[in-house]
């Protein structure tokens, strides 16, 4: 059975990861968005692209992460990729994976995201900032 991605879902995902409530979303979307609108399009499997491209805009996060992000498989990979027994062959021999120094570079890779998804909240912040004072 194939899994289906669920955009809506990976929509609220991204939008709570970056720290954003739905209406400020709904804001910054447009004036005929509010955050029950929000709520419903979280909730729908398939999202409209130009609906999508508008959201991949405001979060600055790529179209295809909504589109393509199942966190399910991306789970399923790392459990059944990497454990004590992992190994790489080569024409040099095997060599063992240390299943720690790949979480470990995972979790660094997370941490990146997120310092990269804090700054562009404050840059965001500092814009809002900006608009409520003109």
Not at 32 to 55: F, G, P, R, T
Not at 81 to 98: C, K, M, P, Q, R
Not at 115 to 120: D, G, I, S
């Amino acid at each position: 059975m194939e899994q289906k991605i669920h955009q809506g879902r990976n929509v609220k995902r991204f939008r709570e990861m970056l720290g954003i409530k739905q209406d400020a979303l709904a804001f910054d979307l447009g004036e005929e968005w509010n955050q029950k609108k929000i709520s419903i399009l979280e909730q729908k499997e398939v999202i409209d692209d130009h609906i999508l491209k508008a959201i991949s805009n405001v979060l600055n996060i790529p179209v295809e992460a909504f589109q393509n992000f199942d966190e399910e498989q991306a789970i399923n990979i790392i459990s059944n990729t990497f454990h004590d027994e992992a190994f790489i062959g080569n024409s040099g021999g095997t060599y063992n994976i240390n299943p720690i120094d790949k979480l470990i570079q995972l979790h660094e890779e997370k941490i990146a995201l997120y310092e990269r998804m804090l700054k562009e909240k404050s840059e965001m912040m500092d814009r809002l900032e900006k608009l409520i004072n003109k």
